[in-house]
């Protein structure tokens, strides 16, 4: 079945670049989402791309890729103390019907002041 | 106020016991999920429904009820709870954003569920 896998943890420092990874198995995902996890909170959308592009960009955040591979990354410029939280890369293989959301086990993003 | 609101947001219960918890959503869509997230495990569907007459297992359905009592609205029942059902479960409904995929998920703020 499909498969997401994400590092567990990260930490960097405030101002710095964070660059959180994630790999896939499913050659068919058509969209790929990264979703932010506050704590006490539900997982909130962040941004998507879809599969036949190779890079997205909107403010600090930077979606790259890389289809040959089945890796999706997530950079965030100029990372915030309030970009703590856990992320988590998810892929589907198509719209409008279900298709299944398949999530990776998330990455706690911890920034150090 | 908030487009998908989940009651109670936090419970501890015995082994034994029948709990539900409960899902509503003002965002208008016909789909809705329940999912638990478990540390290490990220997120794994339970249950899912395309409307109220359309309602099919996830991955990990055993123990597990819902009832989808109408379009805004989606329990989850545990007949008989177990220590291991302990978890953060999620309730999330899904629509289009403009322009964008289908299957965005919107996510309610979650209920903390501990069984001893």
């Known amino acids: 079945g499909e498969d997401v896998e994400q590092s567990l943890f990260l930490s960097v420092r405030e101002g710095d670049s964070s660059v959180i990874n994630c790999t896939y198995t499913?050659?068919?995902?058509?969209?790929l989402y990264w979703y932010k996890q506050e704590p006490g909170a539900g997982l909130q959308l962040l941004t998507y791309?879809?599969?036949?592009?190779d890079m997205k960009q909107d403010q600090r955040l930077t979606v790259l890729l890389n289809k040959k591979d089945k890796h999706l990354s997530l950079r965030i410029a100029d990372t915030q103390t309030g970009d703590s939280a856990i992320y988590f890369c998810a892929e589907s293989n198509g719209s409008g019907g279900y298709q299944k959301v398949t999530f990776g086990t998330g990455t706690k993003l911890q920034v150090i002041p | 106020d908030a487009d998908v609101t989940q009651t109670p947001r936090n419970r501890i219960t015995k082994t034994g016991k029948r709990i539900m918890l409960e899902c509503s959503q003002t965002k208008g869509h016909d789909r809705m999920y329940w999912y638990r997230q478990d540390p290490g495990l990220g997120l794994r569907l339970i249950y899912y429904?395309?409307?109220?007459?359309?309602?099919n297992k996830g991955e990990i359905s055993d123990g597990y009820s819902v009832s989808r009592q109408a379009q805004a609205k989606f329990s989850l029942s545990l007949e008989s709870a177990i220590p291991n059902q302990t978890a953060l479960y999620f309730c999330?409904?899904?629509?289009?954003?403009?322009?964008?995929?289908?299957?965005?998920?919107?996510f309610g703020p979650g209920t903390r569920l501990t069984v001893l």
């Open positions: 791309i879809f599969s036949n592009m």
């Open positions: 499913d050659s068919s995902s058509t969209y």
């Open positions: 999330a409904t899904s629509g289009r954003l403009a322009g964008g995929p289908g299957n965005e998920q919107f």
């Open positions: 429904s395309f409307d109220v007459k359309d309602i």
